[in-house]
C-alpha cells in the first residue's frame, strides 16, 4: 500500500489537476482511497474522477461524482 500526503491549494470554482510519481512498483492498483481534513469553514470541494497512469501507459479511472466534506476518507475502485 502506498500512503503520500501531499498538499493541494484548492481555489474556489477552480478546475484543478495534480501529478504525483511514484517510482516504487506499488503492484496491481485496486482502488484508491483520498483524505480531506477540514481547515475551514467552507473549504468542502467536489471530486469529479482520479485517473492514474500506469507504468504500462494503461490509463484507470475512479470515479467519484461527489461533494467531499468536513473531515472524511473515500475509497474508489476501478470504474471499468
Known amino acids: ?22 517510482s516504487d512498483d506499488i503492484g496491481e492498483i485496486l ?16 471530486c469529479k474522477y482520479i485517473t492514474i497512469k500506469t507504468p504500462t501507459g494503461e490509463y484507470m ?5 461527489r461533494w467531499v466534506t468536513d473531515h472524511k476518507e473515500i475509497e474508489l475502485r476501478d470504474g471499468h
Do not use: A, G
Open 1 to 22: 500500500m502506498l500512503s503520500t500526503t501531499v498538499t493541494f491549494s484548492f481555489v474556489l470554482e477552480q478546475v484543478d489537476s495534480y501529478e504525483l510519481i511514484v
Open 31 to 46: 482502488l484508491v482511497k483520498i483524505e480531506k481534513r477540514k481547515y475551514w469553514v467552507h473549504d468542502d470541494w467536489y
Open 61 to 65: 479511472e475512479f470515479p467519484c461524482y
